[in-house]
């Protein structure tokens, strides 16, 4: 069975080829998530493209899939874990989960003040309109 290195986990497990390394990751407790993204994830489905790990050799895992040219680019030197199943021995590396991570929190945090503003304002214009008509809310 080939080895896979966990870089930033400090773990090497062994894993089923042709099994995903999102599926080996958590089934040895290494998660390929960062931030936020632990929990809000697609589960492997290939959609939410927050698994981004780099794999080293290129070729110890499955050729690009459409997700991931959708997701990173044709040309991307990174790859979704949750897309790219084992073949041989391998390193991986979470570095760009990490990022992404930190990278989706900041605009968790901008998606939640726009939401809290715009519903202030909102509820400000219809407070003005209905006091405009004569008819006050309160
Ligand atoms: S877990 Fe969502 S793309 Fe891999």
Request: some cysteine; aromatic content about 10%; glycine content about 12%.
């Amino acid at each position: 069975m080939p080895k896979i290195e966990f870089q930033e986990a400090g773990v090497t497990v062994e894993g089923e080829a042709g099994d995903d390394l999102r599926k080996i990751a958590h089934k040895n407790g290494v998660s390929v998530h960062g931030g936020v993204n632990k929990y809000i994830n697609c589960r492997g489905f290939g959609l939410c493209g927050s698994d981004r790990i780099l794999v080293d050799p290129k070729d110890c895992v499955t050729p690009l899939t459409w997700k991931e040219k959708l997701h990173l680019g044709e040309k991307s030197k990174m790859r979704l874990a949750c897309q790219a199943k084992l073949v041989s021995d391998a390193k991986i590396s979470i570095a760009p989960a990490l990022e992404y991570g930190e990278e989706m929190k900041g605009n968790l945090q901008f998606g939640a003040a726009a939401l809290f503003f715009g519903g202030l304002t909102l509820f400000f214009v219809v407070f003005m309109l209905f006091e405009l008509v004569g008819k006050p809310l309160f």
